[in-house]
């Protein structure tokens, strides 16, 4: 805590005055309000993605203690990489907007060199937690908030975000930077108790009281006691022990006793057994990304072959997530520092496929820019190369695209030179490639050079994650905390979804900008069209008893209400313990009259 805390009473004129003039340094003047530097949508998704982890470890950890004490103040809570990008923000919707004017928005970069004096990049830059009140802002489009940010540091000590929390000047307090320094503290031993392998965690503290106080020092054991990391409390108490290092050696050779509660010289102890963790982390990787299992097997399967450079082939229904697959492999690829250079083989012009693929030759034809193209094929030297939409691509092409897979080579238009390439091919569609084959429409051994793996990504209505994909949505774009209707959420679990993905997303934008700054989201706030197609479904004959055998039906509808009785209302365990699917049950409990 006096670590986090660091300076900033005592030296407040200090590194106040020090940070305006790093602002001053960097050329920035008080009354203008600087260029921004935005990351593009993709990019963002790149680093959310990265950071996927440590974004729902924030709303796990941080953001209920922030809604229960800030959600009806003019506040947000705003979470930065440690390269300033904001990542997320979270809180009043009205407030959000208020803030999006001077860009204090997703994807724009809060550093001290562009944006002047300000809590997220000084914090950054400070390695503590900082307060900038209204007119310590070097901006003075700024002034009208009061911003606290404390740097968040992973188990290895490496600072990794900022977590801040934005309020109008008035209501910013003190207990603001109590709050935030505590809030960094709760996700940073979140991160601790996710590392790989971690089987014990040892609460130490030198009185009892401190034991659950939040200030407490914790060790991370494997399940043989070896310390895989600690915070700086521990650090602390135990003279910073070494990682690997027997945790006997420290606390005593009588550990793990049978009872939790223990004493060790001067410190106080409490074992508890971690609950192994899907989401532990693997340095940067996620040892498990996706929860549906279909989804899952795609994502092992496809990165073992990316990174033995065998083509990739990704099929799947329209509004799947294709794109953002592929994108994702090639950000955690070996190639990543290299482009993903995609081609939407349907919307190529059919004159200009092969120049815009192989390129040309300076002044190649008529209209050919003078400098030559290097195409994209060579672009995508040394990383991906995403074929999207491969069934579209006319048949022509195919045969040359089939000489550059066998050889690894191009020749661009109007040349007689080639160029070797070295590329990871990723091609994509939603149309039955085989049958495109047998049609003739398809080459059959540019489909087996493509075909090295084929995975399918499941389809919407396939996937067994999709309540936790609606929840996450409705984070994404609802202001704030807000409920959704529960028979509205079971018609959308039971729904169809033929356009996958991307209907859902653009559902969840709609209905959360529909239900702005009410308390739950219900039916009144859905599109009429899908509206008019639940409301089918839902008085569509879904009997629960079936006419020629009730009894038997009966028999089948008290085992359902005893089961859901039985789970408290869990759905997924009931579903589990019955055989059937969730959505399955959705139906049976709405034909019942049980409201889920
Ligand atoms: N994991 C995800 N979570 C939420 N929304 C997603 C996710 N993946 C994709 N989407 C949404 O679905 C849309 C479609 O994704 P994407 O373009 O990757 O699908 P696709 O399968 O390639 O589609 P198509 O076959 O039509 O090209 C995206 O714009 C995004 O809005």
Not at 120 to 145: N, P
Not at 275 to 299: C, I, M, S, Y
Not at 450 to 472: A, C, F, W, Y
Request: aromatic letters at 6%; glycine letters at 6%; hydrophobic letters at 35%.
């Amino acid at each position: 805590m006096t670590l986090r805390l660091g300076t900033q009473q005592q030296n407040m004129h200090d590194w106040l005055s020090d940070s305006w003039l790093r602002s001053q340094g960097a050329g920035l003047t008080e009354t203008n309000l600087p260029e921004e530097m935005k990351l593009d949508r993709d990019a963002l998704e790149d680093r959310n993605f990265h950071h996927k982890q440590l974004i729902e470890l924030v709303e796990n950890h941080a953001l209920p203690l922030f809604s229960q004490l800030m959600s009806h103040t003019s506040s947000r809570l705003i979470l930065s990489d440690s390269e300033g990008y904001v990542l997320c923000h979270w809180g009043v919707r009205k407030y959000s907007d208020k803030l999006a004017n001077i860009a204090l928005d997703v994807g724009v970069n809060w550093l001290e060199q562009h944006k002047g004096t300000n809590a997220i990049g000084t914090a950054l830059k400070a390695k503590q937690t900082i307060s900038v009140i209204g007119e310590q802002h070097f901006i003075k489009q700024h002034r009208f908030m009061s911003c606290t940010a404390s740097p968040i540091f992973s188990p290895s000590g490496e600072m990794i975000a900022a977590i801040d929390i934005t309020t109008e000047q008035q209501q910013h307090t003190q207990q603001t930077l109590l709050l935030v320094s505590s809030l960094a503290q709760q996700v940073e031993t979140a991160l601790l108790c996710h590392l790989p392998h971690s089987h014990y965690r040892i609460d130490l503290a030198e009185q009892a009281t401190l034991i659950d106080s939040g200030w407490q020092g914790i060790v991370i054991a494997d399940s043989e006691g070896k310390i895989l990391g600690t915070n700086a409390m521990a650090k602390k108490l135990l003279d910073t022990p070494d990682l690997g290092e027997d945790i006997k050696h420290y606390i005593g050779s009588q550990w793990p006793q049978n009872k939790a509660l223990s004493t060790h010289r001067d410190l106080h102890l409490k074992t508890q057994a971690i609950k192994p963790n899907k989401t532990q982390v693997l340095g940067h990787q996620v040892a498990v990304r996706f929860k549906d299992p279909k989804l899952e097997r795609a994502w092992q399967q496809a990165n073992k072959v990316v990174g033995k450079c065998i083509p990739l082939l990704v099929l799947g229904e329209t509004g799947v997530g294709k794109e953002q697959f592929v994108t994702k492999l090639h950000s955690q690829s070996k190639r990543r520092g290299h482009a993903l250079v995609a081609v939407n083989c349907a919307s190529l012009p059919a004159d200009l496929v092969e120049s815009e693929l192989f390129g040309y030759q300076a002044g190649a034809f008529t209209g050919a820019s003078r400098t030559g193209y290097l195409g994209k094929i060579r672009q995508a030297d040394g990383g991906f190369l995403f074929l999207d939409e491969i069934g579209e691509m006319p048949l022509a092409t195919q045969s040359r695209l089939l000489r550059v897979l066998q050889e690894r080579e191009v020749t661009p238009v109007g040349s007689n030179r080639c160029y070797k390439v070295d590329i990871q091919v990723v091609a994509a569609t939603h149309t039955d490639l085989e049958q495109l084959v047998k049609d003739g429409r398809f080459r059959q051994d540019l489909f087996y050079r493509l075909n090295g793996l084929q995975v399918t990504l499941p389809s919407l209505r396939e996937r067994s994650d999709i309540e936790g994909i609606i929840h996450k949505l409705h984070r994404k774009y609802r202001g704030a905390p807000q409920l959704i209707e529960a028979s509205l959420l079971a018609n959308l679990l039971a729904y169809d979804w033929p356009g996958n993905l991307r209907e859902l997303d653009n559902l969840m934008q709609v209905v959360c900008l529909m239900s702005e700054c009410e308390q739950e989201v219900h039916w009144g706030h859905l599109p009429d069209n899908l509206q008019r197609t639940l409301a089918q479904e839902h008085l569509s004959p879904c009997s629960v008893t079936e006419p020629n055998d009730s009894e038997l039906q009966a028999l089948v509808n008290s085992n359902i209400i005893a089961c859901y009785a039985q789970f408290q209302g869990n759905v997924s365990q009931c579903a589990k313990q019955l055989g059937i699917s969730r959505n399955t049950l959705y139906r049976k409990l709405k034909a019942l009259g049980i409201k889920s």
